[in-house]
């Protein structure tokens, strides 16, 4: 007996899912729910699959075993994925919103404890088609992992391995990534970092077994990021990428957070180019274990989709959608790191003193100051690199140098990896 | 009830198994069989486990549920393992020569038609840590792998990495790695590239569905690698990594082998340093994807084996050890690359004339020749990087300057890489 399914979503993604399996003796396609049933698709529909407007056909229907879902958001999707997954059908899922927000109701509807559930895959929700999921899951079921940070959103590395490689600035290049469709016509869920912070969330969950409020994880985006940064950051032979990161802090508590960072010029995370995604794992028995490919796209995204498919199709038990384990762990929202400080001032005298007299009052040491000769007195950015601090230790220096008349923009704040 | 293991070999990953799983309520160490039962071991041996030192204490008891192969070589391991698979025991495998040299009995013996016959898993045999044999089996299922080529021997690749640095020669480099216990007394099998040459076998198995016979894989090791060879690589641009390298050929053949390479200093396989494992992976639909870490050690290895003991502890379903793809592909010994040749000669007019001469009767263009300033008249090394030819042509170019006087030695010859 062929595995059947309906898919919930008929676009790029589940055409990938159609064209990987069509073939398949072991899936059945039968029935896929779309918005607008008139609309042209590009991919043949398999034969004796049906194309519907109602999600109550896929849901009511007994004989369909798995519910693809690939049509996004976290409002009809939340309520197709827990009816299915009540219902007893497994759900293979790509929607890292929904997820991270309803991780709760989806493991009780989906944990091996209830036997009426289905079971929940989503190994496409995060890191497209990086098996990220599994690796967590299964290659390091027996280990501890310590901390984990990398690129998880394919646009915004594009976006900013485009202007490291052009010098070009950030409006420029985000325009020619919505030529490309590398990024959406409303580009916020990918620059302001929400998207990987939701795979952060999701990661941290499998990890250290905490369910984090999203909401709450600091969370900065590349949209800020100049030309200039680049500038400073390759004089101090690094340059800039967007990483979320997570680690458990020596207090037991689960630091987490999303910001661009200046990384070295000779690291792993340096060398990815273009929509692709990397993750580095450290982990206790294994040591330091890194992953990286495509971050998003039909097929990628696909293809984790199928693995999932194929593992339900070749009988996997039902296990926890998560690994089970669930710690008592608290968000800790500060962090220890060195900090990129840019300041945009209007140039004057004693600028440097007023700045570094605020720095010293929030405790904040100066590890060096770069300033390019300046072109234009009216508009002058220049860097400052912190010795070690705490995050909270630059929100107050923002507090103590807010209204100060020479200052033109909110300062850029970045975190500096050594690694 | 717990999953019952007997381990057969106790000696450095297996104590890493122990530790590992000593505290989880659903294994339970039964047996463990060593040579010398009177040897003291460096981990804490678990409650109601033996040592014991004839293994069919543990072939005949029904109450053992896994046989974990953690002693190594192909004899009593090919018996034990066979044995345990006929007799509906799982095997765990760590043992990358066993597999590669007898992959066919396995295969028969474990094959889901089979329905008396036990289950075989070995992450643990290919690369370490890296849990590549479960991304071939699983997360590429639905998808075509193209090629795939990768760091798979820590012991060469820390050998190199540090000829690398320090500019050290092979013979004192290796000494080094034999001292702090990366390479063996005999280090043959690393060194002269068998060991990675056994996990191409493996991949290549799962990737294309052929079995390969190891012995008519071409492999060069790294023994004649020289100081000079990296100060050339390095004048262009490049250094050298021991590869395997697997992919189907457009007349639907396998091309298979293992050589140290030339490749471009900016490459992801040149940032890899020290005994770490790097695979990189060409499929149809992912694309490229990359997968690193530690290559070998007590805790790496063990990781690997613990992640199979607990998908067979989760209900893991039978099927195919090898994911079941079979071609009847042959394997080609020959392969197209730009070349890197370098020659020991003894100084004299004439020689760039003489070899030139022959490279062009093999049909082999030369793209460029770099030679530092000699020093030592009787002992000149020179290199010279080809146009892109077949290795056959190389070797016909081998047996056209046999026997020339001024050859101090048999010629190097490296592919040279471009990624």
Chains 1, 2 share one sequence.
Not at 34 to 57: A, F, L, M, Q
Not at 65 to 88: I, N, P, R, Y
Not at 282 to 311: F, H, K, M, Q, W
Request: aromatic share 6%; charged share 20%.
């Amino acid at each position: 007996m062929p595995l059947t399914l309906g898919l919930v979503g008929g676009g790029v993604v589940g055409g990938g899912v159609v064209d990987m399996l069509r073939n398949n003796p072991n899936i059945k396609f039968s029935k896929i729910c779309v918005r607008d049933t008139s609309k042209k698709r590009d991919y043949d529909v398999p034969e004796g699959c049906t194309i519907i407007g109602d999600v109550n056909e896929i849901l009511n229907d007994p004989a369909i075993d798995v519910v693809v879902e690939v049509m996004g958001g976290t409002g009809l999707a939340k309520e197709v994925t827990l009816k299915a997954l009540h219902s007893g059908k497994s759900v293979v899922s790509a929607n890292k919103a929904l997820i991270s927000k309803h991780m709760n109701e989806i493991e009780e509807a989906a944990a091996p404890t209830n036997p009426n559930g289905g079971q929940f895959l989503y190994e496409a929700s995060t890191c497209g088609g990086i098996p990220i999921i599994n690796v967590f899951l299964r290659a390091l079921a027996g280990d501890k992992i310590k901390n984990f940070a990398g690129i998880m959103n394919g646009t915004t590395n594009f976006i900013l391995s485009k202007m490291e490689m052009e010098g070009a600035g950030y409006a420029d290049t985000l325009k020619e990534a919505q030529d490309l469709g590398y990024a959406e016509a409303d580009p916020a869920a990918d620059v302001e970092g929400w998207d990987a912070r939701s795979k952060l969330v999701i990661l941290v969950r499998i990890a250290f077994g905490v369910v984090l409020d999203e909401e709450k994880v600091p969370c900065v985006g590349i949209s800020k990021v100049t030309a200039e940064d680049f500038a400073y950051a390759k004089m101090a032979g690094k340059t800039i990428r967007i990483i979320g990161s997570a680690s458990e802090t020596p207090d037991g508590k689960v630091s987490a957070w999303v910001s661009p960072v200046l990384v070295p010029s000779t690291s792993a995370l340096s060398a990815i180019h273009g929509p692709t995604n990397c993750v580095q794992v450290c982990s206790e028995r294994l040591g330091i274990s890194s992953y990286s490919g495509a971050g998003a796209g039909r097929y990628p995204t696909a293809n984790s989709i199928v693995s999932d498919i194929l593992d339900l199709a070749g009988g996997k038990p039902k296990s926890h959608p998560y690994g089970g384990k669930v710690q008592g762990a608290e968000l800790t929202d500060d962090y220890e790191s060195e900090f990129y400080l840019r300041f945009v001032v209007c140039d004057q005298v004693g600028i440097l003193n007023v700045l570094t007299g605020r720095m010293a009052e929030a405790g904040i040491s100066v590890f060096s100051i770069l300033q390019v000769p300046i072109k234009d007195k009216e508009r002058v950015p220049f860097a400052v690199f912190t010795e070690k601090c705490k995050l909270s230790q630059t929100h107050q220096l923002l507090k103590l140098i807010q209204g100060i008349g020479f200052l033109l923009e909110e300062p850029v704040i970045l975190p500096v990896s050594a690694q």
